[in-house]
């Protein structure tokens, strides 16, 4: 029988602990990565969900605007009305269209239509358009009384 050499060398694990430290790092990377895009990705919704509901809100204030303007002048038909960013969010302004168009005569109705667009800007943006018809009998006349 022959016995072990007294002397026996272990086979080197440097290359072994070289790669599993390789592994690990390139596993950390890639959560890293997708948790980062994740998080872009989920404040980018926020905040477009954010200017979606600016931008109804600025169409329904503007029809409220269009309502006004038509009681104080029944000639009004419309206007592009622009906010700038200090009387919004302090970052972005705002742009809406209002258009007056009368449906009938007698009895004097009129359908008040706004698009908003909020920020104002060309790359991306959040759009809402509102509709509402409304009447003569709403407004009151000069002495304050309904017609």
Not at 24 to 41: D, H, P
Not at 115 to 143: E, G, I, K, M
């Amino acid at each position: 029988m022959s016995q072990p050499h007294p002397i026996q060398r272990r086979p080197s694990r440097r290359g072994a602990v070289l790669i599993v430290a390789m592994v690990t790092v390139a596993v950390v990377t890639v959560l890293l990565v997708t948790t980062t895009r994740l998080v872009l990705s989920h404040r980018r919704a926020t905040e477009t969900a954010r200017w979606r509901i600016q931008a109804d809100w600025l169409a329904e204030s503007a029809l409220d605007r269009a309502a006004a303007a038509l009681a104080d002048d029944g000639g009004y038909s419309g206007e592009t009305w622009t906010l700038p960013a200090e009387q919004l969010d302090g970052r972005h302004g705002g742009r809406v269209v209002i258009e007056v168009k009368p449906i009938s005569k007698t009895p004097p109705r009129w359908t008040l239509r706004s698009r908003a667009l909020f920020p104002d800007a060309p790359d991306h943006r959040a759009q809402c358009t509102r509709q509402r018809n409304v009447s003569a009998a709403l407004f009151p006349n000069d002495q304050g009384e309904l017609p």
